[in-house]
């Protein structure tokens, strides 16, 4: 069994593209890719670490797939568990609402229990709100990504997360840095 459980929605292809370049940072023997279309609860509870990735929809919306899970998402015993979060999002077609899913996902599961990873900077981004700040912290509550406005700048921000989140689940396998 692998040491990590990557668990994320896509319509367009975008996240999905992003959870295997993150399984390529810390190799298929160490993380698993699943599709949350495809997962029952039970899948989680093979995991001490879990990543979870969500893309935003137009204004603030849950991608699809993420919708139908939302309420078993919300029964997983995620306690004790460490999970970092990763999302998608438009800055500046929708800067009003950046990231809100990736917000709005770290809220649901936070009452599971879980110890979460990877916040990660604000600075860089251009963005009017976001659920997914952490207030007063210029922080995010994980890896943000905009595949429309900056996708020059993700291969970069995944081998700089994957090696904070590497460090934050303690991880004793190699890691490896990809130019992708």
């Known amino acids: 069994m692998s040491k990590i459980g990557l668990f994320f929605g896509s319509d367009e292809g975008n996240t999905e593209r992003v959870a295997y370049r993150i399984q390529q940072r810390f190799g298929e023997d160490v993380l698993t890719v699943h599709d949350i279309a495809d997962v029952t609860q039970l899948e989680f509870a093979n995991y001490e670490h879990i990543i979870l990735g969500i893309p935003t929809w137009d204004f603030g919306q849950i991608q699809s797939d993420w919708e139908e899970f939302w309420d078993d998402m919300s029964a997983v015993d995620l306690a004790g568990k460490t999970v970092a979060l990763f999302g998608l999002g438009d800055q500046f077609g929708y800067?009003?609402?950046?990231?809100?899913?990736?917000?709005?996902?770290?809220?649901?599961?936070?009452?599971?229990?879980?110890?979460?990873?990877?916040?990660?900077?604000?600075?860089?981004?251009?963005?009017?709100?976001?659920?997914?700040?952490?207030?007063?912290?210029?922080?995010?509550?994980?890896?943000?990504?905009?595949?429309?406005?900056?996708?020059?700048?993700?291969?970069?921000?995944?081998?700089?997360?994957?090696?904070?989140?590497?460090?934050?689940?303690?991880?004793?396998?190699p890691l490896h840095d990809i130019d992708d």
């Not at 599961?109 to 912290?137: D, M, N, Q, R």
């Not at 993700?154 to 396998?173: K, P, Y």
Request: aromatic share 10%; hydrophobic share 40%; with cysteine.
């Open 95 to 173: 800067g009003d609402y950046f990231l809100d899913a990736m917000g709005m996902l770290h809220d649901l599961i936070l009452p599971a229990g879980p110890i979460i990873v990877g916040h990660w900077p604000t600075e860089g981004y251009e963005f009017e709100a976001s659920k997914a700040e952490i207030p007063g912290e210029k922080l995010f509550v994980g890896l943000a990504l905009d595949e429309d406005q900056q996708e020059n700048l993700t291969t970069e921000r995944l081998n700089a997360w994957c090696q904070q989140v590497h460090a934050e689940f303690i991880l004793d396998t």
